[in-house]
Each structure stands twice: as structure tokens, then as C-alpha cells.
DNA sequence: CATAATTTGTTATTTTATTAACAGGGCAAA
DNA sequence: TTTGCCCTGTTAATAAAATAACAAATTATG
């Protein structure tokens, strides 16, 4: 695909096919060969014009009778969004949050892989977390660099993150995820994804209320 | 404010709202009174003008010179978002994930309170994790409606995801955050919000990638 | 062969969200 | 007092996202 093009794809797009090839895998691994356009809305919460219309973004034809080739589409979706050989990722703040998702990640084939954690507290510096060595924050300039890390999840206490945030960028990550409740301030050829699960969480809260 | 007009209130503005509560709380403590729309602005990633549409909608006006009263503020965006008496909350999946939720949110105050766990290992059942009890999942039903526990979180694995949800609406529970990468389907009368950690990491990956 | 039933691919429309524009107010300083 | 500045609140314009609508293609079937 023209990488033009591909810049030109939405946010919400890219989101979904994430989440198209998720459910596609699966349909895969059942041994099913493809899949109508409806069949991939029912399993997400969308419409069969919402995937259609990604697809056509991403320039995929299915077959007018047998729908889309999940073979095929799951490989299309991989050269789109992967990197041929995956991308490294570091987590700072090797706390609880921080711990769970490096169990979580590793040992799941997938181009994304988590080579190092970071943390201040002398407990955790030197220990591992399912295979992901913790180093110290000092050391975190160095090992970026020598791993080539170009993705970093921030998972320090609030008042940590704006810091933290501002080291990882001098280390040269282009890419951070900031699971802190404190939004974080990167130049503009850094990527940058905020998550706050209190938000989340009184959202739901909110839509829950006896009004 | 009028009930009709809540319910108008669009919700990415509902997350601002708590987001924006927060930063005035820490500012709250540092001793300042008064804020300016573009003051907010900068602490989030956001404009003024979004700031002030979104004071707009919930019907609060600021003072021109000094701009908005933060503890007013504070307490006009708690009756929107907080229940007067608080609303309990449940997280189904007391692993790796659950557990760390369920430490990071006890003690600090707040409207929403985590009550219960429910697990299907008897490793975690009958256990205490951060003060929050660990149930069984049979036992789920009747804690619910004992407790009055309106709100579940989900951290089951995936395919445990669909099942889990639906006896948790069948046990009486009208909010759900899902953490689990696998969509569940809600009746309508049950508001649903669902995040998954990969797709936003793969997100990250692929804006950064070097195309 | 014609027709009906489906499903894709794409354009048009609608809805939602964000940003721009600006009138009007209040205060400070000239 | 008057001028200028910097706010807010609101309407108007723009942009982004989702949905609707429908032509074209393919196959099964009578
Ligand atoms: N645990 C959750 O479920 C959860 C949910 C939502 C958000 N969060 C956010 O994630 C972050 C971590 O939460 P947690 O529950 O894991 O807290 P935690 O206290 O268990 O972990 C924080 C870790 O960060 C380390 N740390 C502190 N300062 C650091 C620095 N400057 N550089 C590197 N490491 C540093 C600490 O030593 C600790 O290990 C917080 O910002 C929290 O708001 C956590
Ligand atoms: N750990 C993370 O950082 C992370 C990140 C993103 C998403 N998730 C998602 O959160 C979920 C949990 O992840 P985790 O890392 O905590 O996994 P985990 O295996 O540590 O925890 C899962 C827990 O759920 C329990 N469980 C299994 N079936 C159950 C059922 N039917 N009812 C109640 N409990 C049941 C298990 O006993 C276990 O305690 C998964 O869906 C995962 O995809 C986790």
C-alpha cells in the first residue's frame, strides 16, 4: 500500500483494524476461510458499512460471494500496522500496574515485545518480571539506545509522569502510552496515547446514576 | 441542573469533566481559588474554547476577571458526575490485572468504592486483597443484590469475557468497564464501556513506525 | 436465459465533535 | 473618564466520524 495513503487513515480506523484482526484470529484459528463484512460487525459493536468502509480505506476487495479472505485480510492489516520486525517497548514504573502488564504482554507472539522495565525503587531495580529485566531509571538513556526502544508505557505515580515523560523523550522514544492519571506534554514527532481508567470507570458512573 | 439537560451532555465532555476536576482538585490543594479557562486548557491537552463549552453545557459561569471559582467548580461537576451516596463497585477476575486495580483504588476517596472480587480460583476465593473480599463466582448473585453493587468491572480472560457479562447484568449490574479484549454484548439499559490495552499499544506502534 | 437474492464498494448524507469568531463585560491605567 | 486589554459566553463555521443509500457484481434457481 501507497504509504501516502496510509498516513491518511483515521485514528479510529487503525483502532478497529487492531481489533478486526483480533477477531479474525480467532475465526482463523476455528478454521474458518473467510467472512462477510456483518460477520466481523456482529463479533465488534459496529455496523457492516463501518467495516466495509475501513476496508476500502485500507484498498481490501473481498469476494462479492464469499466475503473477505481472513487469511488474506490478516496479513494486509499486519503489513499496515506492523513492522516487519517488530517494535521494542519499555515500561517505567515497575509497580503493579506496570508488573501486570509485563506478564501480560510477554510470551504472546506478536511484533511488539517488552524488553526492559524501569523503576526507581531499589527493590525492584535488578529483578525480573516474567523475563523483563527491571533496570534503574539511570540507566534508562543507555539501555534505550542499545535496544533500539522506540516505545514507552508510562506507568509512574501522577506526579512522576510529566518528568518521566520528558526523560523518555531525550532517550529518543517515539511513542508513549501514559496509563497516569497526568496528561503529559511531548514534542510533535512523538506520539503520544493517554488512558485514564478513573475517568473510565466514573464515565460509567455517571451514565449508571439514578438521575 | 435540569435532569433533561444531563442527559444531553455529550460524553466525551462527561470525561473531560472528571478529567478537569482532578487538575482543579491538585490546584485546589496548592491553595489557588481561581482559574482561567485557558489555564485548564494547558493542563489537559485541549483548548480553552473546548474548556469553556464544556462549562458552558453544564450551565456554570465563571467570573470575567478572575475566571472560574474552583471550589465551586469542584462541587458543581460532583453533582453532575457522583452519586450523593457513592456507588459500589465489582471486579470480576481477581488476577494479575484485578488485583492491581483493586490496590490502586482502595483508599483513596472517593464516590465509587470496589466492594467485592469474584474469581473462579479457589487459590483466590475466601482471600482479602487490598481489603476487598474475594467471592466465588457462584456467590456473585446474591453479593450484588446484597450489597447493592451496580457497577462490574471486567478482568476475566477473553473468552471468559460474554459469560461473564452476562450474568453479571442477570445478577442486576447496569455499568460495565471491560477490560478484557473481547467485546460483550449488554441489553440497553446497561451502559457499557470497554477498553483494550493492545489495541491502544498497537496504535502507538503504528504511528510510530517508520513507514 | 432471466430473475431473485446477496454482498461488496463507493458516494451522499447526517450526526457529532472541535475550532474559530466575536460581542460584551469589567478592570486597570492613562 | 476613556482607552485598551483580557477575560467569558455563545453563535457560526469547519472537520471528523458514522450512517444511509444504492449501483454493480456474482451466484443460485426456476
Ligand atoms: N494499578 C492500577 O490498576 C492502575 C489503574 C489506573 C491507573 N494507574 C496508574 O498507573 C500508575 C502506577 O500505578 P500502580 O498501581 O502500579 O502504582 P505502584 O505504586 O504500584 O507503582 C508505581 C511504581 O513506579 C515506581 N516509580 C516511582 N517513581 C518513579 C520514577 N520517577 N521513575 C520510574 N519509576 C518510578 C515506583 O517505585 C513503583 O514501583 C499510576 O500513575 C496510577 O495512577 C494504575
Ligand atoms: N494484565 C494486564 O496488564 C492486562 C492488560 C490488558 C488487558 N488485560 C485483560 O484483562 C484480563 C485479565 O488479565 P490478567 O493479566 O489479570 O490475567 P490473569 O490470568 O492474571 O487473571 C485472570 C483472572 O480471572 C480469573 N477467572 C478466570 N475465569 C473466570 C471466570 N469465569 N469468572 C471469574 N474469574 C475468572 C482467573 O482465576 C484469574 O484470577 C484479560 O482479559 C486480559 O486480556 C490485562
Known sequence: MDQELIKKIPHKTIQRLSQY??????????????????????????????VRRDLMLIGYSGNLRKGYNIKDLIDLIGEIIDSPNGQKVAIFGMGNFGRAIA???????SKLTIVAGFDVSPEKVGKQVAGVPCYSVEE?????????????????????????????????????????????????????????????????AFYVKEH
Open 21 to 50: 484482526r483480533r477477531a479474525l484470529l480467532l475465526c482463523f484459528e476455528q478454521g474458518k476461510t473467510h467472512i462477510f463484512s456483518h460477520e466481523i460487525a456482529n463479533i465488534q459493536h459496529i455496523t457492516a458499512v463501518q
Open 103 to 109: 506478564k501480560y504482554f510477554t510470551g504472546r507472539r
Open 140 to 204: 534508562a538513556q543507555q539501555i534505550i539506545l542499545e535496544e533500539g526502544i522506540r516505545i514507552g508505557i508510562i506507568t509512574v505515580p501522577g506526579d512522576q509522569a510529566v518528568e518521566t515523560a520528558r526523560m523518555m523523550v531525550e532517550a529518543g522514544v517515539k511513542g508513549i502510552l501514559n496509563f497516569s492519571p497526568t496528561p503529559v506534554e511531548v514534542p510533535e514527532n512523538v506520539f503520544l496515547e493517554e488512558y485514564d481508567m478513573v475517568t473510565s470507570l466514573e464515565k460509567v
